[in-house]
């Protein structure tokens, strides 16, 4: 069988349109917008709408795909760990808000406080896309970027951290973490699980695949070619 090996030359060896791995820091981040609205069915037969933020960088891309919220969406959940302790978790849409917060604050520092004065005047979720569009569409500044990593039956992908808490005595959302700015920097737990992940073994491949050998008996200049590189 014969191949056509002459596309070779219009192959781009650059990763730009790869995605960012987990447990890295990334630098020049730039934020590339909002896309268009994302919709789909509910198990329970509603539509769920979404939005995907893009960051990049010349290692790659990261996306992360904010969900506008149901009315359980708005309700904090409590959540127990191994020891039986229960802690309230943030719900939805403080993570949202949370998350649009460290977004404007970094790539519209200038325009926060409008921003904030017009949260308060809205009350719709297109109202507050359409605002992040106004406030972050053209941005040209950079920052770095955190991700973490979350796993999917036995696949790390990245992710952003936990970035807002509830205070457990107060009861009011806070900032836990950055993954935008300029002083980054990974938790001992956090530290941890990138040491983790950076030193897990790869899967294993099988070594007795059987690969067809290349006859090039009729490639006539073949040999003449070989010897000139």
Not at 139 to 146: A, D, E, P, R
Request: charged content about 25%; hydrophobic content about 35%.
């Amino acid at each position: 069988m014969a191949f056509n090996f002459g596309n070779v030359a219009s192959i781009n060896t650059n990763a730009g349109g790869s995605y960012l791995r987990a447990w890295n820091i990334y630098n020049d981040v730039k934020f590339d917008g909002i896309s268009e609205e994302i919709s789909g069915k509910r198990q329970d037969g509603g539509t769920w709408r979404a939005w995907d933020f893009t960051f990049s960088c010349p290692q790659g891309s990261y996306k992360e795909r904010i969900f506008e919220p149901n009315e359980q969406g708005q309700e904090r959940r409590t959540v127990k760990n191994a020891n039986g302790h229960e802690s309230e978790m943030p719900s939805d849409m403080e993570r949202v808000l949370y998350f649009a917060a460290q977004v404007v604050d970094t790539y519209a520092p200038d325009k926060y406080d409008k921003y904030v004065a017009m949260c308060a005047k809205i009350s719709t979720f297109d109202q507050f896309i359409a605002l992040l569009h106004k406030i972050l569409d053209n941005t040209t500044k950079t920052s770095s970027l955190l991700l973490a990593g979350r796993n999917n039956n036995g696949t790390v992908y990245a992710a952003l951290p936990n970035f807002v808490r509830v205070n457990s005595k107060t009861k009011e959302a806070y900032t836990s973490e950055r993954f935008l700015g300029d002083a980054l920097g990974f938790s001992a737990w956090e530290l941890q699980q990138k040491n983790a992940y950076e030193n897990a073994k790869p899967t294993a491949m099988d070594g007795n695949s059987d690969v067809p050998a290349v006859d090039n008996k009729d490639d006539e200049n073949f040999d003449d070619l070989m010897n000139d590189l």
